[in-house]
């Protein structure tokens, strides 16, 4: 497993998203909650992934508590993160805060982040609040996520210091961190969490033929014309996987990671998923392949 380290945080490259822990409504039922996403979470841990990333608003919190039961005993191993839900005053930082902290079980969150911009405070008025947490102890490392760079360095200046972090959607289809956010991060010693590292599966390839049965048919990058539009990209990657011993979503992920200072957090429906999600982290992309990609993906947006 290669791991990104800034701020005094050791986070592996590839981590686990576990935004479907306990969400029903995109097709995961009892069993995968109680018996399944403990198995992943368990592998990914022997394979080195440290980073495993939740919210309060995944399954209105049981994704905390799923992640909560899989940890214990293993807490040591985990640099675990946890969401803030920007929805309420902000003196209900310190008290959404510690709910998180007693759903996961656990007496320090290593990295709180604001989901989202408030729509009615600034930052001025949630990042000191932000700041106590991580003055009690409760808090290590605070992020935020879906933020433009202007709105991280906001976050920054209210908060009086390093936020670690800034999560936002990043895979070969939604470049657009590339352009400040990654360098930003790379420059300053900060780190790019990427969400939906593969477009919700299109860039596995396994969507191309038939659109999925789940919520995701709905979207319009999975009509049939969209998903026509990704055959040139997708055949790439297969050329490179095959090339490299891998999966054409693997090599999406290693994209991804080659980028300096950023972490991609994939779902995994399985254990089999699980492993190789992390085993993308084991692919090095030359420079040329990097370039063929990246330019098939450049014209796939145009």
Do not use: C
Not at 185 to 210: C, D, F, M, W
Request: charged share 20%; net charge positive; hydrophobic share 45%.
């Amino acid at each position: 497993m290669k791991y990104v380290e800034a701020g005094g945080a050791r986070i592996s490259a590839i981590g686990l998203g576990a935004w479907q822990f306990g969400t029903a409504e995109w097709g995961y039922g009892e069993d995968y909650a109680r018996d399944e996403a403990l198995k992943i979470v368990h592998r990914a841990l022997e394979l080195g992934v440290n980073m495993i990333d939740t919210a309060e608003m995944y399954g209105f919190g049981r994704s905390e508590r799923i992640v909560g039961d899989a940890i214990k005993g293993q807490r040591d191993g985990v640099f675990l993160a946890t969401k803030l839900f920007p929805v309420g005053l902000p003196f209900q930082v310190a008290s959404k805060a510690r709910a998180s902290a007693r759903r996961l079980g656990v007496d320090r969150i290593d990295l709180y982040q604001q989901h989202w911009p408030s729509p009615m405070f600034p930052a001025g008025a949630t990042m000191p609040r932000m700041r106590k947490l991580v003055e009690s102890g409760l808090v290590t490392h605070v992020g935020v996520s879906n933020h433009s760079l202007a709105q991280w360095q906001a976050a920054e200046k209210h908060f009086g210091g390093a936020v670690l972090s800034n999560q936002v959607k990043f895979n070969l289809l939604d470049r657009g961190p590339e352009h400040e956010l990654v360098p930003w991060a790379h420059e300053n010693g900060r780190v790019v969490i990427a969400y939906s590292p593969l477009a919700q599966g299109l860039l596995s390839g396994k969507y191309l033929e038939t659109a999925p049965r789940n919520l995701r048919r709905l979207r319009p990058a999975f009509s049939a014309s969209s998903r026509a539009r990704l055959r040139p990209l997708i055949a790439a990657l297969a050329e490179i996987a095959t090339r490299h011993g891998g999966t054409p979503a693997q090599v999406a992920l290693a994209w991804l990671i080659r980028r300096p200072n950023v972490v991609a957090i994939p779902g995994a429906s399985s254990v089999q998923q699980m492993e190789q999600n992390a085993a993308a982290a084991d692919i090095d992309l030359d420079d040329e392949e990097d370039a063929r990609l990246s330019g098939l993906a450049s014209r796939q947006a145009a």
